[in-house]
């Protein structure tokens, strides 16, 4: 069978099942409104959950940074890559993180993905158990898959059950590897009780914050700082590509983990550093999370979120015909789970057609029969853009109702 026919039966069955993914092309920047084909349309999907990615000091300092050091690094961080840029951005990281992981130390990556790869596959040698919780994000799982530990997974948020596996363990390093804020459900991981296991069980848990970062806590710092967690035993990856409004990541954790990463992570070791004028520019976004700038957008965020789950409550009880649910989620992320992957993508169609943005997530992103609209809302946006979207629903909502 020629290669072309193969894959094309496999685009069939991924068409058959109304799976099928495509790109849109975007006339502008990310922000709370975008152009797509000439239309305008107010999104309610992207991560970039406090408007960083549009305020215009970040593309300064990306000008300011590519002035002062040019375009990209050259080369490795252990070759010549790493710049006093990198450096000042791991050290504000091992700063903002010591109250909450002693002895802290950053590393830098050039995405989430990068940075889960490196943690997971480095700490997860031959001697290691690892504990995976069924929700963790894709490159989690990957990382699991690459790693030389043998793997476990556990239920979503089914601590009594990690319990139960981690006291059978034999392993002699154990790794609890968890999402915090879950990118699908927008629910939080119990990180108090997985902390205090891996305190009971000699554990040691992977905390990946992607979502959390900048918009949890007082501070912005993510998830430790809203749980308010402390010990060494945390191990914390955070994206700057998603509420930062850049890109990149990180891990914080003790320093001896840290130094572990930079002599054995090989794909730390053999991937070309990131431009040091988006590492000029974190330090300006981490500058505006920290201060007024993040504290008012974290309360509008918050203010947003709950007219919104207030307005989907509603919506779900006037239409119990439909079966919609939501989740528990305290966070920027608010799904509607709809079931079906042909209702959910209609129901993104009837959206797109009022002016919104909301996209359809089906399986195998999440389970079957579980296809949701993947609300995300920004600290830009308004009451009004949220009461938009809920009048759009609620119109879809008993347009479905009528076909049905
Ligand atoms: C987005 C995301 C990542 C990957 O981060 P990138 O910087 O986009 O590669 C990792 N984990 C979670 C939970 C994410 O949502």
Not at 32 to 44: A, K, P, T, V, Y
Not at 76 to 104: D, M, N
Not at 117 to 136: K, P, R
Request: charge should be negative.
């Amino acid at each position: 069978m020629s290669l072309l026919d193969h894959l094309s039966a496999k685009l069939n069955a991924i068409s058959a099942q109304s799976l099928t993914r495509s790109l849109r092309r975007a006339d502008n920047g990310t922000a709370s409104r975008q152009r797509i084909n000439g239309h305008e349309l107010l999104m309610f999907c992207s991560n970039d959950y406090l408007g960083l990615a549009a305020e215009p000091a970040i593309a300064e300092a990306i000008a300011e940074g590519a002035r002062r050091w040019g375009g990209g690094s050259g080369a490795s961080p252990l070759v010549s890559g790493h710049s006093a840029a990198h450096e000042a951005v791991t050290e504000t990281l091992a700063r903002w993180y010591a109250p909450y992981i002693p002895q802290a130390r950053a590393l830098g990556f050039c995405t989430g993905y990068m940075a889960n790869l490196a943690v997971v596959t480095a700490l997860g040698d031959e001697h290691t158990e690892i504990f995976s919780e069924q929700l963790n994000h894709a490159s989690l799982i990957d990382a699991a898959r690459l790693a030389k530990a043998q793997v476990t997974r556990y239920g979503h948020a089914d601590v009594t059950a990690l319990r139960a596996l981690l006291a059978a363990s034999t392993a002699k390093v154990k790794l609890i590897v968890t999402d915090a804020v879950f990118s699908m459900d927008g629910d939080l991981a119990p990180l108090p009780e997985l902390l205090a296991l891996a305190e009971a069980f000699d554990a040691w848990l992977i905390v990946d914050d992607a979502h959390g970062f900048g918009v949890l806590g007082e501070k912005g710092r993510g998830s430790l700082e809203h749980f308010g967690l402390c010990s060494e035993r945390l191990i914390l990856v955070g994206t700057l590509g998603k509420a930062a409004g850049l890109s990149g990541a990180f891990v914080a954790a003790h320093a001896t983990i840290v130094d572990y990463l930079l002599q054995s992570a090989r794909n730390f070791i053999f991937s070309t550093a990131s431009p040091p004028a988006i590492e000029h520019a974190l330090l300006t976004s981490f500058e505006l999370i920290d201060g007024p700038v993040g504290v008012a957008r974290r309360a509008n965020l918050v203010t947003l979120q709950a007219r919104l789950r207030d307005g989907l409550l509603a919506l779900i009880d006037q239409h119990p015909r439909l079966g919609w649910t939501m989740t528990d989620s305290a966070t920027p992320i608010q799904p509607l789970i709809v079931g079906g992957n042909a209702e959910v993508m209609a129901l993104a169609t009837a959206l797109e057609a009022a002016g919104l943005r909301v996209p359809g997530i089906r399986p195998p992103t999440v389970a079957a029969g579980t296809a949701r609209l993947r609300i995300t809302l920004c600290a830009t946006h308004t009451q009004a853009d949220v009461d938009m979207l809920l009048a759009a629903l609620e119109r879809a909502a008993a347009a479905q109702e009528r076909a049905a």
